[in-house]
């Protein structure tokens, strides 16, 4: 059984900083990619920052510049350091592991960005 460890949310004012972590845990054969989704209320699941299969990065447009993604494969873990953070930033950030048998997600962390 495979589990994912998310932590680093919390509550910053705009123009803040965090730094969400999500290590993996249990028995993981190989990891073709992880990175991070993210949902705010009322709107759909997006993709945020992933590593791809390939090992290069995907981004989406409204954090480029701002959000980064990073990963300890020793330790399975990816990271991702969010600054200049916006209200629209808010939202519950969840980091996703496919492997070669199937695809796990940590529960989740909330992200709350004030004004």
């Known amino acids: 059984q495979v589990q994912l460890a998310e932590s680093g949310g919390g509550l910053v004012q705009a123009g803040g900083s965090l730094r969400l972590s999500c290590a993996a845990s249990?028995?993981?054969?190989?990891?073709?990619?992880m990175g991070w989704y993210r949902q705010a209320p009322g709107k759909q699941h997006e993709l945020v920052a992933i590593?791809?299969?390939?090992?290069?990065?995907n981004y989406a447009d409204s954090v480029k510049g701002r959000f980064t993604i990073s990963r300890d494969s020793a330790r399975n873990t990816v990271y991702l350091q969010m600054n200049s953070l916006i209200p629209e930033d808010t939202a519950v950030y969840s980091c996703?592991?496919?492997?070669?048998?199937?695809?796990?997600w940590g529960q989740g962390t909330q992200v709350t960005v004030s004004s």
């Open positions: 996703y592991v496919e492997s070669s048998d199937s695809t796990y």
């Open positions: 249990g028995r993981i054969f190989s990891i073709d990619s």
């Open positions: 590593f791809t299969s390939g090992g290069s990065t």
